[in-house]
């Protein structure tokens, strides 16, 4: 079993959580977010990705900040900083299982569409783990 530990802990010796129970948790909100029961995720294709657009659509909240591409320093977090007001549904816009959902971005007087995939959100956010939990599912599933 592998272990997964956390430096910013309140512990003065750092704490671990066997990964496979993370894993499980992730596993089950992805098989609800593609509105699907069982053990087994399934394959990245047109009809789960349109589900789990579909589900992102309904709970996340809009507009939300990210950054792209991902900061590497305290200068970089303004200016790479975009606010993603909507995401494009695959099956009008662009979008499919090579490059997933995109979304409709505003960085500066600009707008851009850009993959789900390639946006960086901060870990207080309140859409963090909605859009880790598609990008753990897209990456490994496709």
Not at 60 to 74: E, G, K, M, Q, R
């Amino acid at each position: 079993m592998s272990i997964c530990t956390y430096n910013n802990t309140l512990w003065i010796e750092p704490s671990a959580i066997p990964v496979g129970v993370f894993e499980d948790h992730q596993k089950g909100r992805i098989m609800t977010a593609l509105g699907l029961t069982g053990s087994r995720l399934p394959k990245v294709n047109e009809r789960t990705l349109f589900r789990y657009y579909e589900y992102l659509a309904a709970n996340l909240s809009f507009p939300f900040v990210a950054h792209y591409p991902h900061p590497t320093n305290t200068e970089e977090q303004s200016e790479f900083c975009c606010h993603v007001l909507e995401l494009l549904d695959p099956s009008n816009h662009l979008g499919d299982e090579f490059d997933g959902i995109f979304c409709n971005t505003r960085k500066g007087q600009y707008e851009l569409k850009l993959p789900l995939i390639e946006l960086e959100l901060p870990q207080d956010s309140s859409n963090c783990w909605l859009v880790e939990d598609y990008w753990y599912w897209f990456w490994n599933w496709r």
